[in-house]
Each structure stands twice: as structure tokens, then as C-alpha cells.
């Protein structure tokens, strides 16, 4: 049996799942042992930002609802990067060359971190090979590197979008199907070792 590490690229894969959202509240380890069953799945690095309230203000309590029933997971490490907002002006679409004023949303950081602790954890040689949940085309350098001597880790990417927008040099891919998530979801109520139990949003049946 082979063991894997496992780096999610947690807002590719919201945004990802977004079109079907009665199924974001997803239990990721439990999706991913039963994509690769025949291994074991034994560190899921999940790499997100903490979002404002600024468009949308029930976001955050959401958003905290699911990462604290995902740390329920023993194997799960959450690292955290910078979420900013800002005002700015944008051009339109349509009619071309006319600005208009907007809330620019920016997650930053998750695909450098991610790309550290797939090299990292690849210089340690603590599995046989990594997983990569994205579809961001900045990771493939990082993806190619680490399945090249002296590590030779080779890397599998579950992308969240269809079709493959971009070649990510791993050694195989998967894509997202609803059934992946629609199969995997937490129970509504998730036990937390320390606390009361974590709710599925209402939004989110």
C-alpha cells in the first residue's frame, strides 16, 4: 500500500463545487480515501484564507463552520494565507472603455504555500506520492520539480474544473465529478473533540 500527502487549494475547489451547492459541505478525507483506495491518504495540507463580510455577510460564520468540522479530522492541517478586499475601479465589458467603481476580492498566498509544503514534505520523502486539488496553472513548475530527481514523487492532480484548463506536468489527473461530493459529504452535525457540534449551513442543504 502506498501513502500519500494530499494539498488542497481550498478556494479552487469552493469555487469548484459552487455549482452544485447543496454539496459544499464536503468531507474531503472521505472522498479522497475513496478515490485511492488501494493507498492511504495520511496528511491533508488544506490551504484557504479567512473571507470578509464585506459582500456577502454571513460568509465568514460559513466559511468557519466548515474548516472547524474539517479539523475534526486528525490528519487535516488548515494553513491559512491573506484574504484582502478592496475598492477600485474596473473597465466594463460592455460598452468597452468605461470604469466602473467595484469590491475587488483577492485570496493571497495559498498557491505559494501549497507549492513550499508540496517541496518540503517531497525533501523529507514522507510519502510515496501527493495529491494536488487545483487546477491553478502557477503550480505546475512546483508539480514538475518534485517528481524529478532527488525526490521522484509523483503527483496526481484533482482538478476541480472541467475541462483541464492548463497542462499541470503531473504524472496522472483526475477530474471532479458530482458524485465525488454528492457521495462525500459530513453529517449535518459534526462532533468536535473539544466544543459543541459544528452545524451544516442552512444555505448549504
Known amino acids: 500500500m502506498a501513502t500519500a500527502h ?15 451547492p447543496a454539496y459544499k459541505w464536503l468531507d474531503i478525507p472521505a472522498m479522497l480515501d ?21 459582500v ?4 465568514p460564520a460559513r466559511q468557519n463552520a ?23 475601479y ?23 504555500n501549497l507549492a513550499t ?16 486539488v487545483s487546477n491553478d496553472s502557477d503550480l505546475k513548475e512546483p508539480i514538475r520539480l518534485v517528481q524529478q530527481p532527488p525526490f521522484n514523487v ?3 492532480v484533482f482538478n476541480p474544473f472541467r475541462p483541464q484548463k492548463a ?6 489527473h483526475l477530474e471532479l465529478k458530482v458524485a465525488d461530493v454528492r457521495d462525500h459529504q459530513f453529517p449535518d452535525q459534526v462532533g468536535l473533540p473539544k466544543g459543541k457540534a459544528v452545524t451544516r449551513p442552512a444555505t448549504w442543504h
Open 34 to 54: 475513496n478515490l485511492f483506495a488501494d493507498d492511504e491518504i495520511t496528511k491533508i495540507r488544506y490551504f484557504t484564507a479567512n473571507v470578509k463580510g464585506r
Open 56 to 59: 456577502d455577510p454571513g460568509s
Open 90 to 112: 474596473m473597465p466594463r465589458y460592455d460598452p468597452p472603455h468605461k470604469l466602473v467603481h467595484v469590491i475587488k476580492t483577492e485570496e493571497k498566498g495559498s498557491d505559494v
Open 154 to 156: 509523483p503527483v496526481t
Open 117 to 132: 509544503y508540496l517541496l518540503f514534505d517531497a525533501f523529507r520523502q514522507e510519502s510515496d506520492f501527493a495529491v494536488v
Open 6 to 20: 494530499a494539498y488542497i487549494d481550498g478556494f479552487n475547489l469552493y469555487y469548484g463545487i459552487k455549482k452544485w
Open 66 to 88: 466548515y474548516l472547524r468540522a474539517l479539523a475534526s479530522v486528525p490528519r487535516v492541517e488548515i494553513l491559512r494565507s491573506r484574504f484582502l478586499v478592496s475598492d477600485t
Open 167 to 172: 497542462d499541470m506536468a503531473a504524472a496522472h
